[in-house]
């Protein structure tokens, strides 16, 4: 199925905003493009979020909380999908991770979002 492997994250000040990647390595294009992707969010202590979704045709799903702030999107050719987010709180920060929304694959390591001034 291949790994998947966050990045992008880091540490920002309220009101600024972050571009978060996510490559499916080793996963091949046939495999990867039928996929809805999605975003997810953990705080330590906390379960797993749904973020945001993307799927095959490019529609788009989000949680309420983020719409008008972040946007997913996806490159079929590159095997990666991406997360840009606007106007951070100091409540989005956790560790973001992305995976198959319907048959989830192993999860990647994430990257950390730390939204402070």
């Known amino acids: 199925q291949g790994q998947l492997v966050e990045s992008g994250g880091g540490l920002v000040q309220p009101g600024g905003s972050l571009r978060l990647s996510c490559i499916a390595s080793?996963?091949?294009?046939?495999?990867?493009?039928?996929?809805?992707w999605a975003w997810y969010r953990q705080v330590p202590g906390k379960q797993r979020e749904f973020i945001a979704s993307?799927?095959?045709?490019?529609?788009?799903n989000y949680r309420d909380s983020v719409k008008g702030r972040f946007t997913i999107s996806r490159d079929n050719a590159r095997k990666r999908v991406y997360l840009q987010m606007n106007s951070l709180e100091p409540e989005d920060t956790a560790v973001y991770y992305c995976?198959?929304?319907?048959?989830?694959?192993?999860w990647g390591r994430g990257t950390l979002v730390n939204v402070s001034s």
């Open positions: 993307v799927d095959r045709t490019g529609t788009t």
């Open positions: 995976n198959n929304i319907l048959a989830p694959m192993s």
């Open positions: 080793r996963m091949i294009t046939s495999v990867f493009n039928p996929i809805t």
